[in-house]
């Protein structure tokens, strides 16, 4: 039988740790949306690391799978630092403020992609409600106003096929040559929009 000294369980674990790459951990960060999974802060609030869900010593690996996005203070914990340990040297420190700002970068590309899908889903939708208003319409138009704010709302509470379906129903329930006004059908479709919303939920902060 095996007998360990004191504190040897824990050398031999960090020694069969596999160390996590670079690319592995910006996918983890990249597939959480670069928000600590424990609190929820994004860079550059925070700096991120990856947290291993199936502990190593439990025989969890450095995969993809088994990280988890977690900021420096959760995975940590704040008063986990000795007050004899040794100061950082300034290859540390660059190395973290290096690292700091490869993930506000990569945060931030994130962040315009996810505004770049928006848009288009803003501009397919709003194109989807005014070739519903006039089908006669050929080139393709863009909302304005208070009407695009809306519709950017929507696109992130609802799924895209909702919001079309909505425009279905408020253009079958109440098409303008009915009740004499676009606007009324838009209002009765915005009122659809938020009971939808309302029933699944979602938080209308944002």
Same mark, same amino acid.
């Given at each position: 039988m095996a007998?360990?000294?004191p504190?040897?369980?824990d050398? /031999?674990?960090k020694a069969?740790?596999?160390?996590?790459? !670079?690319k592995?951990?910006?996918e983890?960060?990249?597939?959480?949306?670069?928000a600590?999974q =424990?609190?929820?802060?994004t %860079?550059?609030?925070v700096?991120?690391? $990856?947290?291993?869900?199936? %502990?190593v010593?439990?025989?969890?690996?450095?995969?993809v799978?088994n990280?988890?996005?977690s900021?420096?203070?959760?995975?940590?914990g704040?008063?986990?630092a000795l007050?004899?340990? $040794?100061?950082?040297s300034?290859?540390?420190k660059?190395?973290v403020?290096?690292?700091?700002?490869?993930?506000?970068?990569? =945060?931030?590309?994130?962040?315009? !992609?996810?505004?770049?899908?928006? *848009?288009?889903?803003?501009?397919?939708?709003?194109?989807?409600?005014?070739?519903?208003?006039? %089908?006669?319409?050929?080139?393709?138009?863009?909302l304005?106003?208070?009407y695009?704010?809306?519709?950017?709302?929507?696109v992130r509470?609802l799924? %895209?096929?909702?919001? !079309?379906?909505?425009?279905?129903?408020?253009?079958?329930?109440?098409?303008p040559?009915k009740?004499?006004?676009?606007?009324?059908?838009?209002? =009765?479709?915005?009122?659809i929009c938020?009971? /939808?919303?309302?029933?699944?939920?979602? *938080?209308?902060?944002?």
């Amino acid at each position: 039988m095996a007998v360990f000294l004191p504190g040897q369980g824990d050398v /031999m674990g960090k020694a069969n740790r596999q160390p996590v790459s !670079k690319k592995d951990r910006f996918e983890a960060f990249k597939r959480d949306g670069f928000a600590c999974q =424990y609190c929820g802060r994004t %860079p550059p609030a925070v700096t991120l690391e $990856v947290d291993h869900m199936l %502990p190593v010593s439990a025989g969890g690996g450095s995969s993809v799978d088994n990280l988890l996005t977690s900021c420096f203070d959760c995975n940590r914990g704040k008063a986990s630092a000795l007050l004899t340990s $040794v100061p950082d040297s300034v290859t540390g420190k660059m190395e973290v403020v290096s690292e700091r700002r490869e993930q506000l970068e990569a =945060y931030n590309k994130l962040l315009l !992609k996810l505004r770049f899908d928006e *848009d288009n889903a803003v501009n397919d939708l709003g194109w989807a409600w005014l070739k519903a208003e006039n %089908p006669r319409r050929r080139k393709p138009m863009t909302l304005g106003g208070e009407y695009a704010q809306s519709m950017r709302m929507f696109v992130r509470k609802l799924s %895209p096929v909702e919001i !079309k379906d909505a425009i279905q129903i408020a253009f079958h329930r109440k098409h303008p040559a009915k009740c004499g006004s676009a606007r009324v059908t838009w209002k =009765y479709f915005c009122g659809i929009c938020w009971s /939808m919303i309302r029933e699944k939920g979602v *938080d209308y902060g944002r």
